[in-house]
């Protein structure tokens, strides 16, 4: 059986981890928090991030990224996208020539807007990274709960080889053409997740969560368009899908942070309660400054950005939308 490597002890990772620890592969763990990893072996369960998902099966702990990618078919990196490329860098010399890499990051990276393929293209060879995203609850995903994703690459083989390493009877995966709409869905959708933290926060209702989700959907796929993706991808499960389960689920860290938020907890302290990290929180500058080179109008998510750097309160925030003047619907295809 295939050897799979994980860069990264966090919950996704450790829950994708288990479908292919199910299937008979062998499975290689290496994060930079060896007392971290310690307490996996230890216990054969992620209690810091994944509690109550056994790790079963032919499960190794590793102390260096050598020890966990010689040997490896497939490299998972499996950590917040501001990492990604400290850690693409130190373990490029040891991926073997012929492995398929991909990135469960949903995020951009800050400064210099990058996507993850963007940062792994710098080392890696495109044509064997692939892409992954959907509705996908690490906690549901480790007890086996029915999920379906979609996978990209730029060579549709390499995409075939992921998507069969994952594919099981609960978790089926759909190949996908466009990786950069996937990329901007999976990080952009995560603002608008803060967003519907905010409001259920606040104690608003379900019309009002529907409202800035489809509102929230018309602009950020207006932004995807505009930097060449599809829009089509944004109705698929990169799209609406990841944004249905990651804006209205307890089990995403972006809404509780959110949540907080609108309970009245300052953004940093917001983020320290939750105690993981909440990729919208960061994507929220990128995506204000996105939009701003690209000419996009995007009043939810600038609401949103504001918010969190403090420029606006929340309830002004929805006084400003709920005023802006009368547009026609649909606007962006």
Known sequence: MKTVAFIGGG??????STIVAAKGCRVNIFDIDQDHLA???ADMENKDYLPGVMLKGD??????????LKEAD???FALPAQHVRSAISSAIPFIRKDAIITCISKGIEQKTHKRMSEVIGEYFDLDRYVCISGPSHAEEVGIGVPTAVAMSSRKESSAAAMADLFTTNRFRVYLNDDMLGMELAASLK?????????IDGLGYGDNTLAAMLTRGCA?????GVAMGAK???FAGLAGIGDMIVTCTSIHSRNFRCGRLIGQGYKPEDAIKEIGMVAEGMYTAEVVHELASAMGVEMPISEAIYDVINGNITVEDAMETLMGRPRGYEVDYL
């Open 190 to 198: 995560n603002v608008l997740a803060v967003g519907s933290g905010i």
């Open 74 to 76: 497939f490299v998972i």
């Open 219 to 223: 602009e950020t796929t207006r932004l």
């Open 231 to 233: 829009p089509e991808t």
């Open 39 to 41: 307490r996996m072996e």
């Open 11 to 16: 919950s996704f990772g450790t829950a994708l």
């Open 59 to 68: 499960y190794h702990f590793c102390k260096t990224n050598e020890e966990a």
